[in-house]
């Protein structure tokens, strides 16, 4: 009986995740500016972040991707001008991703974007419940990187 109550747990908590993603993904999607995915913006907002140029598979394994499909994201941003790949100069079997400065400005236009939306969220729920679960999905998404 206990195995099943804790089945039956994990199943909902993994339901509730997978429905939040959804619905959190849509939201976002109909924000962004047009023609701009979330893969995209994700990617932009890493390179920003980092300050650093990264390769294909770097950011391949930093979101849990194929190098196939960071590629075709890649490709795709560097198309609309929003990023550099250059070959790296110790390695010419390997390339190095930059954000550009288009890819700088289309991400925080993306930014500013979301922000509404995600904050409207935040604060309907509350500061307090929100602190709240960050170390449980912290831990979670910790224990399921262990298990790539």
């Known amino acids: 009986m206990a195995i099943e ?3 039956a747990l994990a199943v909902t908590l993994f339901s509730e995740i997978l429905t939040v993603d959804q619905l959190a ?3 976002l999607s109909r924000v962004l500016p047009k023609g ?4 995209h913006f994700s990617v932009l907002n890493h390179l920003a972040f980092s300050g650093e140029e990264r390769t294909p598979a770097q950011l391949a394994k930093s979101f849990h991707v194929t190098r196939g499909a960071m590629t075709n994201t890649l490709n795709r941003l560097e198309w609309a001008g929003y990023v550099h790949i250059r070959p790296d100069w110790d390695d010419a079997r390997r390339k190095m991703v930059a954000i550009s400065p288009a890819g700088k400005r289309a991400r925080d236009l993306a930014l500013e974007a979301i922000t509404p939306m995600i904050q409207e969220v935040v604060s309907a729920l509350g500061d307090e419940k929100v602190r709240a679960a960050l170390p449980t999905l912290r831990e979670l998404r910790l224990r399921l990187e262990e298990n790539q």
């Open 36 to 39: 701009m995915e979330i893969s």
């Open 25 to 27: 993904r849509n939201r």
């Open 5 to 7: 109550k804790n089945n």
